[in-house]
């Protein structure tokens, strides 16, 4: 639309030059008024156009000023007329209301009380304490890395979570990585590869590594040791991350037409020019619960011994149940498990894929959790998880429940300026976040909104650490389910250890375990990801 706008100018100014000739007297009670106009409009579209801080009003120069306007009317249309603060899908006006203000540094206190209704089913919080602290919020990390991690790294709590250049366009990877940088936090570079654009402003990385092994393999697909080695002992890389699925489309691989490969994108995926580019459903370089746990020790051993984790959406329970069996008969342990929900994230996919297959987040969450305890190897790695975290309390909701650290995607688009126009999957993002057209992502200024991503980590690690500290605790490792409390009834409540069942240390290697998980431990093998064996109906039952 700036394109546009600049030839209506130039048009514009044509007529109203015409115009002195065609309506004379140059005071023309009609040229005046014409030319007035079109001076305004031109005066406000040329501001729109220069100005920095708004993508959407440099993207569309005056016109996007309607969305501004409607901005301020609506709460009035919408608490009357429409639909409250907390109604909108996926993510509600609260919340965004709320990242924007914070990544703006803008006023994000709450007035005449909570909105929630605190005695309806579902409403959840946490516990204060009559011996509250104050915590310092920079003092909210946590050390990844296990006993074969000889460069351990010291993480935020709160993390950009796996989004490829290609997916979110150049500029949108500078302002993220730029804001990790900022505030020393972590960039994930999702499956697409390291890209310039990761490595420009020094963020810390972690280099995810997907079923492609895009930037670390050969021409067949296969994957390259040498090319990942080059790459993995970067000093921007902390971290490195194998991608078995993600909770958009898991089990759902993809295509790259060759049309949309430009010589960059073939130089940060090491494919070729003028063909497909196959992303496969599964990795060609392991298919067993032991070759996955071989090919972290390979890595672990390649990048000079940084973290090396594993991602995964929770499918089948015997398959994860498997890698745990694995994880004892080898002494092979991940430095760190991220676990996606099945609920979907940034990635396009189906509508199948994200409404109906995959656990979804939570589940996932305090299953993944619950098998490293039940097999007494909890304290061998950590878990990383994600799944809309836009507040402190989502943050701290996922750590009671058995989390370490966490992943924000979605919410780091909205700090970016990203407006929930739902257009992601179709280049034509208004934001030029989501996009590859140059005209959309001249838009976001880099400068700027690398700010904001900074902003929205620091003023919600404050919050989270306030919260923590109301509560009585020193630092996030200290929470547990039974801080979590949730409203089940009209005059019921429960805490999350009460709504989910925890397993005691070492409780699945006991003769007898809880029959929930005994059927997924009979059919789990460590040599592979078959079933080890067959239950009648009355046994799954």
Same mark, same amino acid.
């Given at each position: 639309?700036?394109?546009?706008?600049?030839?209506?100018?130039?048009?514009?100014?044509?007529?109203?030059?015409?115009?002195?000739?065609?309506?004379?007297?140059?005071?023309?009670?009609?040229?005046?008024?014409?030319?007035?106009?079109?001076?305004?409009?031109?005066?406000?579209?040329?501001?729109?156009?220069?100005?920095?801080?708004?993508?959407?009003?440099?993207?569309?120069?005056?016109?996007?000023?309607?969305?501004?306007?409607?901005?301020?009317?609506?709460?009035?249309?919408?608490?009357?007329?429409?639909?409250?603060?907390?109604?909108?899908?996926?993510?509600?006006?609260?919340?965004?209301?709320?990242?924007?203000?914070?990544?703006?540094?803008?006023?994000?206190?709450?007035?005449?009380?909570?909105?929630?209704?605190?005695?309806?089913?579902?409403?959840?919080?946490?516990?204060?304490?009559?011996?509250?602290?104050?915590?310092?919020?920079?003092?909210?990390?946590?050390?990844?890395?296990?006993?074969?991690?000889?460069?351990?790294?010291?993480?935020?709590?709160?993390?950009?979570?796996?989004?490829?250049?290609?997916?979110?366009?150049?500029?949108?990877?500078?302002?993220?990585?730029?804001?990790?940088?900022?505030?020393?936090?972590?960039?994930?570079?999702?499956?697409?590869?390291?890209?310039?654009?990761?490595?420009?402003?020094?963020?810390?990385?972690?280099?995810?590594?997907?079923?492609?092994?895009?930037?670390?393999?050969?021409?067949?697909?296969?994957?390259?040791?040498?090319?990942?080695?080059?790459?993995?002992?970067?000093?921007?890389?902390?971290?490195?991350? +194998?991608?078995?699925?993600?909770? /958009?489309?898991? %089990?759902?691989? *993809?295509?790259?037409? $060759?049309?949309? @490969?430009?010589?960059?994108?073939?130089?940060?995926?090491?494919?070729?020019?003028?063909?497909?580019?196959?992303?496969?459903?599964?990795?060609?370089?392991?298919?067993?619960?032991?070759?996955?746990?071989?090919?972290?020790?390979?890595?672990?051993?390649?990048?000079?011994?940084?973290?090396?984790?594993?991602?995964?959406?929770?499918?089948?329970?015997?398959?994860?149940?498997?890698?745990?069996?694995?994880?004892?008969?080898?002494? +092979?342990?991940?430095?760190?498990? /991220?676990?996606? %929900?099945?609920? *979907?994230?940034?990635? $396009?996919?189906? @509508?199948?894929?994200?409404?109906?297959?995959?656990?979804?987040?939570?589940?996932?969450?305090?299953?993944?959790?619950?098998?490293?305890?039940?097999?007494?190897?909890?304290?061998?790695?950590?878990?990383?998880?994600?799944?809309?975290?836009?507040?402190?309390?989502?943050?701290?909701?996922?750590?009671?429940?058995?989390?370490?650290?966490?992943?924000?995607?979605?919410?780091?688009?909205?700090?970016?300026?990203?407006?929930?126009?739902?257009?992601?999957?179709?280049?034509?993002?208004?934001?030029?976040?989501?996009?590859?057209?140059?005209?959309?992502?001249?838009?976001?200024?880099?400068?700027?909104?690398?700010?904001?991503?900074?902003?929205?980590?620091?003023?919600?690690?404050?919050?989270?650490?306030?919260?923590?500290?109301?509560?009585?605790?020193?630092?996030?490792?200290?929470?547990?389910?039974?801080?979590?409390?949730?409203?089940?009834?009209?005059?019921?409540?429960?805490?999350?250890?009460?709504?989910?069942?925890?397993?005691?240390?070492?409780?699945?290697?006991?003769?007898?375990?809880?029959?929930?998980?005994?059927?997924?431990?009979?059919?789990?093998?460590?040599?592979?990801?078959?079933?080890?064996?067959?239950?009648?109906?009355?046994?799954?039952?």
């Amino acid at each position: 639309m700036r394109r546009e706008f600049f030839l209506f100018a130039i048009i514009g100014s044509l007529i109203c030059a015409i115009g002195f000739w065609v309506l004379p007297p140059l005071y023309h009670p009609l040229h005046i008024t014409i030319t007035s106009l079109f001076a305004l409009i031109v005066f406000i579209g040329l501001k729109d156009a220069f100005q920095t801080k708004h993508t959407i009003l440099r993207n569309f120069p005056v016109l996007g000023k309607f969305r501004y306007l409607l901005e301020m009317v609506r709460p009035e249309i919408q608490q009357y007329f429409i639909e409250s603060n907390s109604d909108g899908r996926p993510f509600n006006r609260e919340d965004r209301s709320l990242v924007y203000q914070r990544s703006k540094g803008d006023l994000d206190t709450l007035p005449f009380g909570t909105q929630k209704d605190v005695y309806a089913p579902g409403y959840q919080w946490v516990n204060h304490s009559i011996k509250a602290r104050h915590l310092d919020h920079e003092s909210m990390r946590v050390t990844i890395g296990g006993e074969s991690c000889s460069q351990p790294y010291s993480a935020s709590i709160l993390n950009i979570s796996a989004m490829s250049y290609g997916s979110l366009s150049g500029s949108a990877i500078q302002a993220l990585n730029g804001g990790a940088q900022e505030g020393n936090f972590a960039h994930n570079t999702g499956e697409g590869g390291i890209s310039p654009h990761h490595l420009k402003h020094k963020g810390d990385l972690i280099w995810q590594v997907g079923t492609g092994y895009f930037g670390c393999r050969h021409p067949d697909g296969s994957f390259n040791p040498e090319m990942f080695k080059e790459n993995a002992t970067r000093p921007e890389v902390k971290m490195i991350e +194998i991608k078995i699925s993600q909770g /958009a489309k898991p %089990g759902h691989g *993809g295509i790259l037409p $060759a049309r949309k @490969i430009t010589p960059e994108i073939a130089a940060i995926r090491g494919v070729p020019m003028g063909q497909d580019v196959l992303s496969p459903p599964t990795h060609s370089t392991f298919d067993t619960p032991i070759g996955l746990l071989n090919f972290v020790a390979q890595l672990r051993e390649l990048s000079g011994g940084k973290p090396v984790g594993f991602k995964l959406c929770l499918g089948k329970r015997r398959e994860f149940m498997a890698i745990c069996k694995a994880m004892m008969k080898t002494q +092979i342990f991940p430095d760190y498990i /991220a676990v996606d %929900g099945g609920e *979907g994230g940034t990635g $396009a996919a189906p @509508i199948e894929f994200s409404n109906h297959i995959g656990s979804p987040g939570l589940d996932s969450l305090v299953y993944v959790h619950n098998c490293l305890v039940g097999f007494g190897i909890r304290n061998k790695m950590k878990i990383i998880t994600s799944g809309k975290i836009a507040s402190a309390f989502d943050l701290m909701k996922r750590l009671c429940l058995g989390a370490d650290v966490c992943y924000a995607a979605r919410s780091m688009m909205l700090a970016l300026g990203c407006i929930q126009a739902l257009r992601c999957n179709s280049n034509h993002c208004p934001a030029g976040v989501a996009t590859n057209d140059p005209n959309l992502e001249a838009g976001l200024v880099v400068s700027h909104k690398r700010g904001r991503v900074a902003s929205f980590h620091k003023e919600t690690m404050k919050s989270f650490a306030h919260m923590l500290g109301a509560m009585g605790l020193g630092h996030p490792d200290e929470l547990r389910p039974w801080h979590l409390q949730m409203r089940t009834g009209a005059s019921e409540v429960k805490h999350f250890g009460q709504i989910f069942h925890y397993l005691e240390e070492g409780e699945l290697l006991q003769e007898t375990m809880p029959a929930e998980f005994m059927w997924a431990f009979r059919l789990a093998s460590a040599e592979s990801f078959d079933p080890a064996d067959t239950l009648t109906i009355t046994e799954m039952r």
